[in-house]
């Protein structure tokens, strides 16, 4: 459907779906009534308003990118991004607290079914939805969200872990939570996977089971397997090893170490720590 002006859609009743290919053109959709609208994919110069019911990105086999430019979401409305991107490409002041804002509510009570910016695809276990201000990965932005100018904010279906949003959990995701890890008031780049702000041992067993996955490239089916759990534990443990004792030459705090050890009950050496971090 393109659109060539500003363009309300009601649907209803709430039993009611409306299937689309996709929503394009230089314009705002505004969807209305307790119905779903269903489309493959909404790539619209204006903004989407959905003051009740449903808005429903659909799976086809891999991210598709989608993109408006304000996201307006009434308070027992959703969108639901099930395994897609989105780009919220705005002007003048931010709109990553809002959107964040959004996803806090469509994250519900972790399992990604309530009102507001959702995931049916998520489980809140191992997928979620994550997002980032553009400018804040200093310029590396991940393939599915295309071109984007610095105001941006960028959502995504991914696993728990992907600070980065990149569709993999490694070693970079790693250092972002490491470095923030005991902090609070942080988002997701910074490693607060679940939205409760605090960055901790939470988050990091979410990175930990994901480390070393990847999303599939073009499928939703198995996730790639990731390493060991032995080797998760290495790898982590030497990471952290190495900034303790960079810690400790400089006498300077690390930010967000103090935490770690706070947290730790056995802390001989830094594998231990991180051995007793998993555990818990
Ligand atoms: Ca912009
Ligand atoms: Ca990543
Ligand atoms: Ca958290």
């Known amino acids: 459907m393109q659109l060539a002006r500003d363009t309300t859609v009601t649907i209803t009743p709430a039993s009611s779906v409306l299937t689309l290919a996709s929503v394009s053109g230089p314009a705002s959709l505004t969807k209305a009534g307790a119905g779903i609208l269903e489309a493959n994919q909404i790539d619209i110069a204006g903004g989407l308003n959905v003051s009740a019911g449903n808005v429903k990105l659909l799976d086809s086999g891999g991210a598709t990118r989608n993109a408006v430019t304000s996201l307006n979401i009434a308070g027992v409305a959703t969108v639901d ?21 959004l996803l806090v509510t469509g994250r519900g009570t972790g399992s990604w079914n309530a009102a507001g910016l959702t995931s049916s695809t998520a489980d809140g276990t191992q997928t979620a939805l994550g997002f980032v201000e553009a400018s804040d990965l200093g310029g590396a932005v991940p393939p599915v969200f295309g071109t984007v100018d610095s105001t941006a904010v960028l959502v995504r279906y991914t696993l728990m872990g992907d600070a980065d949003l990149n569709g993999s959990v490694d070693s970079v995701d790693f250092n972002f939570l490491a470095a923030n ?32 996955a990847a999303l599939p490239a073009s499928s939703f089916g198995a996730l790639i397997p990731e390493p060991t759990s032995l080797a998760i534990i290495g790898l982590l443990g030497v990471s952290l090893s190495r900034r303790l004792r960079k810690n400790k030459a400089s006498g300077r705090p690390v930010h967000g170490m103090r935490g770690v050890w706070a947290l730790c009950p056995a802390r001989r050496d830094a594998n231990t720590l991180v051995v007793g971090l998993i555990k818990q």
């Open 81 to 101: 991004l099930a395994s897609n991107a989105l780009v919220v490409d705005y002007t003048g002041a931010s709109v990553a607290a809002a959107v964040r804002s």
């Open 181 to 212: 890890f005991g902090a609070s008031s942080q988002k997701w780049l910074e490693g607060d996977f679940n939205y409760d702000g605090a960055v901790d041992t939470v988050d990091f067993n979410s990175l930990a089971a994901n480390f070393g």
